[in-house]
């Protein structure tokens, strides 16, 4: 076996067969499966038995410890050269694990690879990721640069990365920040790998209010891995007063959107601040961070079309299902 696809489970619901269907499905059986039960009462095996054909093993934890123990429990278990992250609601087409696999074997330098996907549930477009390392690590300053489900990674890289708690909802635009601290090597390919479901528990619907609240604290964490101290230092003010928000095109916090001068003032700041860092990816940053400035002072345009557009990648078939609701 090459990879070990890991699922975080806690509380499926009835989507939770049609995903492991899927793994039946793959045109690849170069897979084995790990499930983290993650205090479901009943406990999870029997149901997985019932339905998945691949070789697996379900980790039970007797009470729930949330997703980070359990994806970490899963990749710590992994004995294959390669992890694949799936959620337990999420649909995927049938040769998602063959194309990751036949990418990460053409492309031995890369540690962590992701994959564009279709958001379903509750209207439909595509999620793509920029492709290339430098952009990938200057985008990490608005937030996550993977699409989380259609993560492949080295299993050893991943062994020596953790999942970092603290990071309530966050964990995974954490841990990419940690990887590129690190040196990871990180590509997105524009592949339509995974069907992401947004309805019902998944966790991406919360309230705007809170969203922005925790993006506020992860903005922080963002630029001060990213840039360092001391220069991150004069940015945390302007994050406090929504500026950042603006910039990467959200809702600040209590809805208290800044002036415009504030915004391009701290504009002016961040691209100062990123001037102290020594790296490749800096020049596009900053270039950046100009564009977002004039977008959020109207005098840019904002491709708001780019995601339907994405969705002509998408396979006939793929179309009549999704927009047929029988996923």
Known sequence: MHATVI?????????FEKMLADLNAQTSKDFCVILADDGNNPPLAPRVAEKLTRPHE??????????????????AQASTPYVIRMD?????????????????QAHPNIDVAG???????????VWSKPTKQSV???????????????????SAFMKANPYPSGFHLAEDYALWLQMSRSGAQMANVRDVLVYYRMEGQNTSQT???LRATRYR??????????????AAASLHSGIDLGCHHVLAGMVPPDGCKPTTQAVKSYAQTLVQALSCVE????????????KKCRNAQGLGRWHKLESIWDLRRLRLSAWRVLLSGDL
Not at 70 to 75: F, H, R, S, Y
Request: charged residues 20%; aromatic residues 8%; neutral net charge.
């Open 88 to 104: 337990a609601d999420d649909r995927m087409p049938p040769d998602r694990i063959e194309k990751q696999l036949i990418y990460m």
């Open 279 to 290: 790296d490749s990816w800096v020049s596009y940053a900053q270039q950046d961070v100009m």
């Open 136 to 154: 990938i690590k200057a985008s990490l300053l608005w937030g996550p640069s993977f699409n989380h489900p259609t993560l492949i990674a080295k």
């Open 217 to 230: 604290d992860m903005f922080k964490h963002a630029v001060d891995t990213l840039i360092g101290q001391p």
């Open 207 to 209: 309230g705007a209010h």
């Open 7 to 15: 699922i975080p489970c806690y509380r499926p619901d009835r989507n």
């Open 58 to 75: 379900v980790i039970r934890f007797d009470q729930n410890r949330g997703i980070v123990a359990g994806l970490n429990a899963c990749v």
């Open 115 to 125: 994959a564009a996907m279709v958001v379903f549930g509750s209207g439909l477009r």
